[in-house]
T-cell receptor, first 115, second 113 residues
Framework: NAGVTQTPKFQVLKTGQSMTLQCAQDMNHNSMYWYRQDPGMGLRLIYYSASEGTTDKGEVPNGYNVSRLNKREFSLRLESAAPSQTSVYFC??????????????FGQGTRLTVV | KNQVEQSPQSLIILEGKNCTLQCNYTVSPFSNLRWYKQDTGRGPVSLTIMTFSENTKSNGRYTATLDADTKQSSLHITASQLSDSASYICVVTVSGGYNKLIFGAGTRLAVHP
């Protein structure tokens, strides 16, 4: 009963390096989301996937790419990390998109520092 | 612009006391309002979710209220415990589309013995 699992939990990158944040859910949910959380701000949506095979940009997509590998997995890639991408990243899943009262489940977060 | 504002930013109370956290929103069209608890270093965990027609919902010692006319919500914590120390986040869902969630910045609550 893992729910939403993110890896890694912590990462330090040098400017210009690339990395992929992994997210997997075992609840058979259709919709998955990537958010970033910065001090003093609410979570902001980077990308989302309403269903397997589709991805769309959120509020702050610049510098990121995503892949919905299958129904379970949704990865976030930083191609060339910048200090402005230092943040805590959360993956979330919801049973189905476009429906009003379904619960959102969040992973434990990935704390990324770009130096 | 869709916005969720929470107050206070931070709060310190003594164990056993009650407290109330506030949330004001300007989100349209409105679908529902959620309160989450986020422990330090963890992901948000749901406390309550309320639709337009609901004005009160409880989850143990947590009671959320919603006034859809004034676009205000509150989260009342009764008989606080040390484990209530966390950030509490108000989230409003925009109706239609892909479950667009608008997050408040949170209220950081510290419960002291």
């Amino acid at each position: 009963n893992a729910g939403v699992t993110q890896t890694p939990k912590f990462q330090v990158l040098k400017t210009g390096q690339s990395m992929t944040l992994q997210c997997a859910q075992d609840m058979n949910h259709n919709s998955m989301y990537w958010y970033r959380q910065d001090p003093g701000m609410g979570l902001r949506l980077i990308y989302y996937s309403a269903s397997e095979g589709t991805t769309d940009k959120g509020e702050v997509p610049n510098g990121y790419n995503v892949s919905r590998l299958n129904k379970r997995e949704f990865s976030l890639r930083l191609e060339s990390a910048a200090p402005s991408q230092t943040s805590v990243y959360f993956c979330a899943s919801i049973p189905r998109g476009g429906t009003m009262n379904t619960e959102a489940f969040f992973g434990q977060g990935t704390r990324l520092t770009v130096v | 612009k869709n916005q969720v504002e929470q107050s206070p930013q931070s709060l310190i109370i003594l164990e056993g006391k009650n407290c109330t956290l506030q949330c004001n929103y300007t989100v349209s069209p409105f679908s529902n309002l959620r309160w989450y608890k986020q422990d330090t270093g963890r992901g948000p965990v749901s406390l309550t979710i309320m639709t337009f027609s609901e004005n009160t919902k409880s989850n143990g010692r947590y009671t959320a209220t919603l006034d859809a006319d004034t676009k205000q919500s509150s989260l009342h914590i009764t008989a606080s415990q040390l484990s209530d120390s966390a950030s509490y986040i108000c989230v409003v869902t925009v109706s239609g589309g892909y479950n667009k969630l608008i997050f408040g910045a949170g209220t950081r609550l510290a419960v002291h013995p």
